[in-house]
């Protein structure tokens, strides 16, 4: 007697089978051809914006050209240029200072006011909003206003200094190289530190109480608290912050250069104003292109390498 097969059986009874119903495969395909398109728009907006512009700049920093008349390619020598550059060097000096400057007053800052600020006591709600309120202004607005504030004539500092006494500590604060990037840095943190104090709110508003009153009843003290259960736990939190600090300080340009606009003596160029005056004021669009590439290539293994050694194979649950 001769029996079907094994495939012929199973085919039969309908187990087994791997072929789909010709409906269902036309569903999954229409249901994938509607995710493509739903991604469709926000891609042709990234590569006309972003990708179009960046292969552009590449071209053009390979070219001599001046923004009008046909380009002329020169080849590497752009970035031969910009390697002997001493102010384009001293730029990345000066965002360098910078960017600590403003790891101190705006992150640093942000989470000592969350720590401070972190609980519902009566006035506190008021506080989180003043010290965010800076953020509602245009940093064009934030320079304006501090560059009057920094005025050494009638700047309300120097005038408030001459009303208590000081008369002597008045400085032109914006003029002088050795307090210039200084006085940048405190708007900065100004500006900012309110920011980050919230997204530091957030992530100590997820903590659980449970953990401190543990450590309480271990003994442990406040400060010690903070360093063996906050800090831990905002592991994560903090290296988004810093790194959103990081790029942010290679990309400012209208705190520079509203308030000092690289001076005094390039005190305070960083590579964005550099790359302002020399494709618009002087109009060398090839050198600034070849400088925007320096920029997006240092800023690209900055942020890799500082990921990647702050990363961490299991994220701290709580």
């Not at 940093?139 to 504030?149: D, S």
Request: aromatic residues 14%; positive net charge.
């Amino acid at each position: 007697m001769a029996f079907p097969s094994r495939a012929r059986a199973r085919s039969e009874v309908g187990f087994g089978s791997d072929r789909r119903p010709a409906g269902a495969s036309r569903a999954a395909r229409l249901e994938d051809a509607q995710k493509y398109l739903f991604v469709l728009p926000a891609l042709v907006l990234f590569a006309t914006f972003v990708l179009l512009p960046l292969a552009s700049a590449v071209y053009y920093s390979f070219t001599v050209w001046d923004g009008l008349r046909t380009p002329e390619w020169v080849g590497w020598w752009n970035y031969v240029r910009a390697w002997n550059d001493s102010v384009h060097v001293r730029s990345y000096l000066n965002v360098g200072v910078y960017i600590a400057g403003t790891l101190v007053v705006e992150v640093a800052f942000g989470l000592l006011m969350a720590v401070l600020l972190a609980s519902n006591r009566r006035g506190f709600g008021f506080m989180r909003g003043l010290f965010f309120s800076p953020m509602v202004l245009s940093m064009v607005a934030a320079g304006l206003l501090w560059t009057y504030v920094y005025d050494y004539r009638r700047g309300l500092l120097n005038e408030g200094l001459r009303a208590v006494g000081l008369g002597g500590w008045a400085h032109p604060w914006l003029s002088d190289g050795a307090t210039a990037m200084l006085a940048v840095i405190v708007v900065s943190g100004w500006k900012y530190a309110g920011f980050y104090m919230i997204i530091f709110l957030a992530a100590l508003r997820r903590i659980p109480q449970s953990l401190y009153e543990a450590a309480m009843l271990d003994g442990a003290t406040p400060l010690q608290r903070f360093a063996h259960v906050t800090l831990p736990l905002l592991r994560e939190t903090t290296i988004v912050a810093v790194l959103l600090c990081v790029t942010g300080g290679f990309a400012a340009f209208d705190l520079f250069f509203t308030m000092t606009n690289g001076g005094p003596f390039n005190a305070t160029e960083i590579p964005t104003t550099w790359i302002v005056k020399q494709a618009f004021d002087r109009h060398n669009m090839g050198y600034g292109a070849a400088l925007t590439v320096v920029m997006t290539v240092v800023v690209g293994v900055v942020s890799l390498a500082y990921l990647l050694a702050t990363r961490r194979r299991h994220a701290v649950e709580y």
